[in-house]
């Protein structure tokens, strides 16, 4: 609440000093409530007395920073915090050129020679537990980012000193023409907070990543958070990374491509498409690379309507190239029935949705002077044309239709008492978490979209700093959304409306232009601060309203 005061005394402007907090406050009160900074200072203690910032202090300078959302390069940091609170986000005595490219430069080296999934990994372990997360399942997944430079795309790989290549590979973003590293993530189902953060070569496959992890880091991850399930998409499903997970619970979606879910998919569509607006499934027990398992079969209706529109129009076009192919064969006049018997067998092996039928070769005859013949004059050559009819086969259509419209997850849980049929449906569906938290992590505003740091291990050590903005914002959600809950109250989304679950992203913005006004360098005054936002800080609790008091 603004309040006007009259006096005779007008200060000078120079007794004012306005900073904007905006949802910078959230932030760093979620860093101090995880325990970051205490718990990366124990990790990397500071090797200069003299330096003004511990490097815990600063990586959530940076986490603030990143998400800052101000579209802002990582080097201009000090920029970014000249009109902010630093002393009351950061710490005492911090200002804002401390926060300069050579002090966050020494952190990234200091965090990649330290390990890079090592120090991440305590850090989420520790997130983890201060959230009272069950970490039951992980979903795990990989996306790549577009890095500006040469770097080490030209080195072998042996010749890297164990450090990624950043070369071009399958690009996500269809730049291929790009150099990229690819980032991959294990997220816990509840919050979506990354537990695991690996960076690899740009060129790396999903196969032979995903079977490296969990050679390298299943293992821990079962015995520090206690995660009994690993979800995956088709590239987990192959021979050999079945083989590495016989000690493992886990759920993959079966590749379409594969001969087996091919035909259990066409025996099963006729009974579970019976009504197209009903989603059914259907389980059965089969063996797949040695490895018994248990494979659901699911029938979408969503995936069939958009697979009917699609389909309909690939069958138009295809339908339409392939009458005039065989308009064109009509038309032509063959020298012997050997030629125009070649010439339909040629056109047949290309016809993939229709289907010749009642082919005849008709014999013509013909004179072979130009001009009208006499009534006497006797045709002296004959030609070959081939007549018939060109018709849709319904069969490739209805069985195209039913592999788009239907899918199989497979897990090696065989008792349904442990895992249902709906819970593994669910599970598997989970696995949007991950691909949310790179959806994040690619935003334009984000910090870095593009990597554009000069050294690769500084590039290595950034995708830290990243993932850990990204279990920052999740666990912000998460607390807002189960504060609101153990409370029965609401929050208001975009249009005003009541809701339980709002966006992080969302109260981000519904905290903007929140200022900090200090007079004199002793009065200090939150303005444009509303009811709404005093009552979501009363319920994160009191370290959160200090911020904004």
């Given amino acids: 609440m603004a309040a006007h005061v009259e006096t005779g005394i007008m200060l000078a402007p120079s007794n004012y000093q306005s900073q904007v907090i905006k949802h910078l406050g959230l932030v760093a009160g979620m860093v101090d409530e995880l325990g970051l900074v205490e718990r990366i200072d124990q990790l990397l203690p500071k090797d200069e007395e003299r330096r003004t910032l511990s490097h815990g202090q600063v990586v959530k300078a940076m986490i ?83 890095v500006d430079g040469e770097y080490n795309s030209q080195l072998p790989a042996d010749e890297t000193g164990g450090l990624i290549t950043i ?5 996500r973003d269809h730049r291929p023409d ?54 995956a998409d088709s590239a987990l499903y192959c021979h050999e990374s079945l083989q590495e997970m016989r000690d493992i619970l886990w759920i993959s979606r079966v590749p379409e491509t594969l001969s087996l879910a091919k035909d259990m998919i066409q025996q099963a569509a006729p009974m579970l498409m019976v009504n197209p607006d009903e989603q059914t499934m259907m389980s059965l027990c089969t063996h797949y690379g040695e490895i018994r398992q248990r494979w659901l079969i699911v029938y979408s209706p969503e995936a069939y309507q958009r697979s009917r529109q699609t389909l309909n129009k690939q069958f138009r076009q295809q339908s339409q ?54 009534k006497e004059v006797q045709p002296d050559r004959h030609i070959i044309r081939i007549t018939g009819t060109l018709a849709t086969r319904l069969l490739p259509y209805q069985q195209k239709l039913a592999r788009k419209s239907c899918f199989i997850v497979a897990t090696n849980q065989l008792d349904q008492d442990e895992l249902s049929d709906a819970e593994l449906l669910q599970t598997y569906q989970d696995q949007q978490k991950v691909e949310r938290g790179f959806r994040f992590l690619k935003d334009p505003q984000f910090m870095a979209s593009t990597l554009f740091l000069k ?91 200090q911020l904004y008091s």
């Fill in 64 to 146: 603030i920073n990143g998400l800052g959302f101000n579209q802002r390069a990582l080097y201009l940091s000090s920029r970014f915090f000249q009109d902010k609170p630093v002393a009351r986000l950061i710490g005492e005595g911090i200002e804002a050129d401390h926060i300069n490219d050579d002090v966050q430069g020494r952190t990234l080296d200091t965090i990649y020679g330290y390990g890079l999934e090592r120090f991440y990994a305590q850090l989420s372990v520790q997130a983890a537990v201060r959230l009272g997360l069950t970490c039951r399942t992980g979903h795990l997944d990989s996306t790549s980012f577009h």
């Fill in 167 to 171: 070369t071009k590979g399958y690009s």
């Fill in 178 to 231: 790009l150099n990229q590293v690819v980032l991959q993530l294990i997220c816990e189902h509840q919050a979506g907070i990354p537990l695991l953060m690996k960076p690899l070569s740009g060129n790396s496959a999903d196969k032979t990543g995903f079977r490296e992890t969990i050679k390298t880091h299943i293992g821990q991850l079962q015995q520090d958070v206690g995660l009994r399930y690993l979800v």
């Fill in 321 to 374: 190239t392939e009458l005039k192919a065989f308009e064109s064969l009509c038309k032509q006049a063959f020298a012997c029935e050997t030629d125009a018997r070649h010439a339909l067998d040629k056109l047949q092996k290309k016809l993939k949705i229709t289907e010749l039928l009642d082919m005849t070769l008709v014999e013509e005859f013909r004179h072979s002077k130009p001009g009208r013949p006499g």
């Fill in 455 to 545: 050294s690769v291990k500084r590039v290595m050590a950034l995708t830290v700093i990243m993932t850990l903005c990204l279990l920052v914002y999740a666990a912000l959600e998460y607390r807002i959304r189960k504060a609101l809950r153990e409370a029965k109250e609401t929050f208001p989304n975009q249009l005003g409306q009541p809701v339980t679950k709002p966006t992080a992203r969302w109260v981000f913005q519904f905290f903007a232009g929140i200022h900090i006004l200090t007079v004199d360098q002793m009065q200090v005054l939150v303005l444009n601060m509303n009811d709404l936002q005093w009552k979501l800080l009363r319920l994160l609790g009191k370290p959160y309203e």
